[in-house]
C-alpha cells in the first residue's frame, strides 16, 4: 500500500534531520558553552533527543521499522560540515555560529512540520501512546523564535564592520 510506504519514508527522512539537528546543536552548544546562546543550546539538545524519542515511538506504534542508513549518513553530513570554509583556517569562528544558528532554525521548523502533518494526517491520541502534537509544534515554535534572537545578534557579530 503507498501510505504505508509514504509514512515510513516520511518517518525515516525525519528521523535522519533530526539526527543532523541533534549533531549541529551539541557542536554549536560546546563551541558556545558560558554564553546565553550556549545556555539555549543545552537546553535545545536536551528538547532535540525528547522529540527524536517521540519520533522513534510514532514509529513503533504505527508499526515503521528504522532504517539505518538515513541517520547515518545525516551524522555523518553534520560531521563534514565542519570541514567548510569558516573565514580562518582552524576553529570556530563567529560565521560558523552564524551558519549553525541558520542551520538549526531550517531543521527545527522541518521538526514542526513533522509535527503539524502527523497531527493533520496520522492518528493521534493518548490511548495509542502518540505524542500530544499541539506541545511539540508549540514548542518548536518557541524554539524558533529563541534561535531568531541568537541569530540576529550572530549576523551583527559576523557581518557588521568594527
Known amino acids: 500500500m503507498a501510505h504505508d510506504k509514504f509514512i515510513a519514508i516520511y518517518l525515516n527522512d525525519h528521523l535522519a534531520i533530526a539526527t543532523a539537528e541533534s549533531e549541529i546543536a551539541k557542536r554549536c552548544e560546546r563551541s558556545n558553552r558560558g554564553t546565553a546562546l550556549g545556555d539555549f543550546l543545552a537546553e535545545l539538545v536536551a528538547d532535540v533527543d525528547t522529540d ?12 515503521v521499522a528504522r532504517q539505518r542508513t538515513k541517520p547515518w ?60 502534537y499541539d506541545v511539540l509544534i508549540e514548542r518548536a515554535d518557541a524554539r524558533h523564535a529563541e534561535l531568531q534572537s541568537h541569530h540576529l545578534e550572530a549576523a551583527r557579530t559576523a557581518l557588521r564592520d568594527p
Open 52 to 63: 527524536r524519542g517521540q519520533l522513534a515511538n510514532v514509529m513503533d506504534v504505527l508499526g
Open 73 to 132: 549518513a545525516a551524522w555523518a553530513g553534520a560531521k563534514a560540515g565542519r570541514l567548510k570554509l569558516n573565514g580562518q583556517i582552524r576553529g570556530y569562528s563567529d560565521l560558523s555560529r552564524l551558519i549553525e544558528i541558520e542551520g538549526l532554525m531550517l531543521l527545527v521548523s522541518a521538526g514542526r512540520a513533522l509535527w503539524a502533518s502527523l497531527k493533520a494526517a496520522g492518528p493521534s491520541g493518548a490511548g495509542l501512546g502518540l505524542p500530544d
